[in-house]
């Protein structure tokens, strides 16, 4: 039985396209989930986390049916429980297929996005549009919490390390922890990938020194966005045991779409979508 199953290294990451500007769904490039949860520990089937990666597309354009050029701002939020990711590039791909196709309203636009998105993460996924006559309400906002990042530390490895991350057992806290310092590479083309990340958790209070060297040891690892949140919430989860936990990251955007990946044990509900001054 042939295997079908798709691979960073075949998607349109790091090779020359020819970009189509005529409705291409067949652009988006889905890969599962579950070939780096393996390397995590993680059981597709009993996920220690609920989450979302929230997207946000800037380019977004289409005309109408007459002919005159529309855009708009979509925020895209795909289930952490889907089977598939989708890969950046394809995404970006898929949506400059719009550029030149006739749509009759922004509602059928939506609607499309919807559905071909929904079948290539393999469940429902959830579009929303904001018009020109919204954009002043769009939002700049800094995650909310401590931020760790003054501390001052010597750094000589930059590759994710569980094994330095510590929590104090005797001490039971509720408090959120930020960071401005994260920074990975792109799985397939070593490209970097920056980002800010907070963690909100009760349990053990986690020393801040090692979560800071364990976060900055993203700088050299290649990993997707969402792959990197489940390695750190998974990460924090074993080592500082915390009775519950939040990890969300918000990364600059990358031809035009930024990728926000949340993932908590905790029931809260995922963020409004409300981009930091670096995005």
């Known amino acids: 039985m042939a295997n079908n199953t798709k691979t960073p290294e075949q998607s349109p990451l790091g090779k020359t396209v020819q970009y189509q500007d005529q409705y291409a769904p067949e652009l988006l490039f889905p890969i599962p989930r579950q070939q780096k949860r393996d390397e995590i520990g993680v059981d597709g089937s009993a996920l220690p986390f609920a989450g979302v990666d929230i997207w946000t597309g800037y380019e977004l354009s289409w005309l109408n049916a007459r002919g005159k050029p529309q855009v708009a701002i979509a925020t895209f939020r795909i289930p952490a429980d889907t089977p598939n990711l989708i890969e950046s590039k394809s995404f970006k791909l898929y949506l400059n297929s719009f550029n030149q196709t006739r749509l009759d309203s922004m509602e059928q636009l939506q609607a499309q996005l919807a559905l071909d998105l929904s079948r290539a993460a393999g469940g429902a996924v959830a579009v929303s549009l904001a018009s020109p006559q919204d954009f002043a309400r769009e939002r700049i906002d800094e995650l909310a919490g401590e931020y760790i990042d003054d501390i001052d530390i010597d750094v000589c490895d930059y590759h994710p390390d569980p094994a330095r991350l510590s929590a104090d057992l005797s001490h039971i806290v509720s408090e959120t922890l930020c960071s401005n310092l994260l920074k990975s590479n792109c799985l397939v083309t070593g490209q970097p990938d920056w980002g800010s990340v907070q963690i909100h958790y009760i349990g053990p209070r986690i ?14 690892h290649n990993e997707f966005h969402e792959q990197c949140v489940e390695r750190i919430f998974t990460d924090v989860l074993r080592a500082c045991q915390p009775q519950q936990l939040t990890v969300y990251a918000r990364y600059t955007r990358r031809g035009g779409l930024d990728i926000n990946p949340f993932r908590s044990n905790s029931g809260e509900p995922a963020p409004a979508n409300v981009r930091t001054a670096r995005q």
């Open 207 to 220: 020393e801040r020194e090692s979560l800071l060297r364990y976060l900055i040891g993203f700088r050299q």
